[in-house]
C-alpha cells in the first residue's frame, strides 16, 4: 500500500508526478507509530487523552508529559517525535502569551490553531528545514466555547467534534463516532476516552502504557489542567471494567 | 516634593543615555499618578496588608478607587506605592511569570520570596539603565518551606534597595506608622490584633498625609490563599476645642 516515492522523495520541495510531497507524508508515517492521541469536544468542554507508551521500567511515573499547557485556556496534545513536539509547544506559548501581550485577551483557539498550523506548514517550504515529525490535537474554551482542533505534520488543520492520532487512530476513531458528544459532559467524556485508550491499546505489541488525561471545561473554571487524580482513578476503573466485560464475551 | 529638577540646572538635565535610545532622548524623570503608603505585617496565620485606595495627580486626588494591592500567584501578595502606570506594567510582568509557572504543571507554584527576588532584579536593572519603574514594592507571603509554613514580608524600591522585615511601611508610613509598628508589633498576632494595628497607622496616615484618603481596603495572605477585603472608611474625630468657631480670635476682615 506504501508507495516507494524513488527519486521524488529526496527532499521537501519536490512534487511527485502525482502531486504528493512524499517527505511530509514520511512525517506522517512518524505520527501513525507513535501512541494513540485522542481528543473529544464535549457539551461543557474538551478531554485530551493519550496512551503513554513506556519504553522502559527505570522511567519515573508521571514523566514525559504529552499533554502540554500553552495557555491558561488552551492544551497541547502531541503524538509523534516528543522532541519535535516540544518546539511546537514552545512555538504555541508564544503566540499565546504574545497575543495577550497585544491585544489584552486570551488567545482565541481558532487563531492559535491557524499560527501552530502555519508554523507547522513552514517547515515543509524549504529544504534546508525537515517537516516536523508530529501531529497535535489542540484543544481550548474561549468566548464561543470549547473547541478541538488537530494539525497533522502538512500544517493540515481541521477543527473536530473527536479526533485521534497515532498507532490506534483508526479503532480510536469508530469508536468516538459511536459517541454521542453533544450529551456528554467532561465528567463522562473523561470515562469514554479512558475506555477508547485502554480498549485500542495493543497489548500483545506494547506491554505497558500510562494514560494521561487532561480537560478544560466549565468544572475547571475554564482553565486547562490534568484531571483530578481520583477522577483519573475512576476512568481507568471503569475502563479496565470495559475491557474484561468485551473479553468475558 | 523633591520629584520635580531642581530649577537652578544643577545636574545636566536629567540622564540623558545616549547609547540606548540615542542623543537627546530622556527617560523617567518623575511620576505624574501616585499611589501613596502601603503597610503591612506578619501576624499568626501570614501577612496582612493594607493602603488606601486613592491615586494622586500630583496634588489632586484624582483616582479614589484604586486597588493598590493584588495577589500573586497563590501564595503572595504585592502592594505598591508611586508610579500607578509603573505599577500595572509590573503586574503585567508578573502576570507572565506566574503563568509560565503554572503552565509547567510541576506540582510547584512560585512563593513570595521568589517572586520578591524577581521583582528586585528588574527594579535595580531598570535603575541601572537610568530607567527606573517609579515604585515602593511590598511582597508578602505563605508558603511551605523546609521549616514548614513560612511566612515572609519584604519590600523593594525603585533603586533596587530591598530587604525583609516583619512590618513594612512605604512613603509617608516610613515616618509615621513605622515608630507605631516598632512599638506595638509582636510575634504571632491574631487577625484581630493586626488589623487594629493596622488601622491605627492608617488613621495616623489619613490624618497627616494630604495625599492619603479615607478609603481602605485591607488583604490578609494565608495558607489558604489570598483575600482582599472590600474598601471600608475609617471614623475620624474632628471634635476638637481649637477647631471650633474658628475666626473667634481673628483681627479684621481676614
Known amino acids: 500500500m506504501s508507495s516507494i516515492g524513488t527519486g521524488y522523495d529526496l527532499s521537501v520541495t519536490t512534487f511527485s508526478p502525482d502531486g504528493r510531497v512524499f517527505q511530509v507524508e514520511y ?7 507513535s501512541g494513540t492521541v485522542v481528543g473529544i469536544k464535549c457539551k461543557d468542554g474538551i478531554v485530551l487523552g493519550v496512551e503513554k507508551l513506556v519504553t522502559s521500567k527505570m ?14 485556556n488552551t492544551g497541547l496534545a502531541v503524538a509523534g517525535l516528543a ?40 517547515c515543509t517550504l524549504y529544504w534546508w528545514l525537515r517537516p516536523f515529525g508530529c501531529g497535535v490535537i489542540l484543544g481550548g474554551y474561549d468566548r464561543d466555547g470549547p473547541q478541538l482542533y ?11 467534534f473527536g479526533a485521534a492520532l497515532g498507532k490506534g487512530r483508526q479503532a480510536a476513531k469508530t469508536e468516538i463516532e459511536k459517541l454521542k458528544l453533544s450529551e456528554l459532559t467532561c465528567r463522562e467524556g473523561i470515562v469514554e476516552v479512558a475506555k477508547i485508550i485502554y480498549g485500542v491499546h495493543d497489548e500483545a505489541k506494547d506491554k505497558a502504557f500510562e494514560l494521561e488525561l487532561s ?30 466485560e468485551m473479553d468475558a464475551d | ?43 499568626k496565620d501570614g501577612v496582612i496588608m493594607a493602603c488606601d485606595t486613592g491615586a494622586s495627580y500630583g496634588s489632586t486626588l484624582r483616582y479614589k478607587s484604586v486597588e493598590r494591592i493584588k495577589a500573586v500567584g497563590k501564595h503572595s501578595l504585592i502592594g505598591a506605592s508611586g508610579e500607578f502606570s509603573d505599577f500595572q506594567e509590573i503586574l503585567r510582568y508578573l502576570d507572565e511569570l506566574t503563568l509560565s509557572d503554572h503552565m509547567w504543571d510541576d506540582g510547584n507554584s512560585l512563593g513570595p520570596k521568589e517572586v520578591h527576588s524577581y521583582l528586585t532584579r528588574v527594579m535595580y ?48 508610613g516610613n515616618h509615621l506608622a513605622i515608630p507605631i509598628l516598632r512599638a506595638e508589633w509582636c510575634e504571632d498576632m491574631t487577625f484581630e490584633e493586626a488589623v487594629k494595628l493596622v488601622e491605627k497607622c492608617l488613621l495616623v496616615l489619613l490624618y497627616r498625609d494630604r495625599s492619603s484618603i479615607n478609603k481602605f481596603q485591607i488583604a490578609k495572605i494565608t495558607t489558604e490563599g489570598a483575600t482582599i477585603y472590600p474598601p471600608y472608611s475609617l471614623k475620624t474625630h474632628w471634635g476638637f476645642a481649637a477647631f471650633e468657631n474658628p475666626s473667634k480670635g481673628a483681627v479684621g476682615s481676614w
Open chain 1, 27 to 33: 512525517a506522517g508515517k512518524a505520527v501513525d507509530n
Open chain 2, 125 to 172: 536593572n531598570r535603575r541601572n539603565k537610568f530607567d527606573p519603574l517609579w515604585n515602593s514594592l511590598v511582597l508578602g507571603g505563605v508558603k511551605k518551606g523546609p521549616k514548614g509554613e513560612e511566612k515572609y514580608l519584604g519590600m523593594v524600591n525603585m533603586i533596587g534597595t530591598h530587604f525583609e522585615e516583619n512590618h513594612i511601611a512605604t512613603g509617608f
Open chain 1, 150 to 160: 488537530m494539525i497533522e505534520p502538512s500544517g493540515l488543520s481541521y477543527k473536530y
Open chain 1, 215 to 244: 480537560w478544560v471545561c466549565d468544572e475547571s473554571n475554564r482553565q486547562h489542567e490534568k484531571v483530578p487524580d481520583d477522577l483519573v482513578e475512576q476512568a481507568k476503573a471503569a475502563a479496565q471494567a470495559a475491557l474484561e
Open chain 2, 1 to 43: 516634593m523633591a520629584w520635580q529638577q531642581p530649577m537652578d540646572g544643577s545636574h545636566a538635565s536629567g540622564s540623558k543615555v545616549a547609547a540606548a535610545d540615542g542623543p537627546g532622548t530622556q527617560r523617567t524623570q518623575y511620576p505624574y499618578v501616585t499611589g501613596t503608603s502601603v503597610i503591612a505585617l506578619k501576624y
Open chain 1, 83 to 122: 522532541a519535535d513536539g516540544r518546539q511546537i509547544v514552545a512555538r504555541a506559548k508564544s503566540e499565546a502569551a504574545n497575543y495577550e501581550k497585544v491585544y489584552g485577551e486570551p488567545m482565541p483557539v481558532k487563531e492559535l490553531a491557524d499560527r501552530v498550523a502555519s508554523y507547522v506548514h513552514l
Open chain 1, 59 to 72: 522511567i519515573l511515573k508521571g514523566s514525559n508529559r504529552r499533554v502540554h499547557s500553552v495557555h491558561r
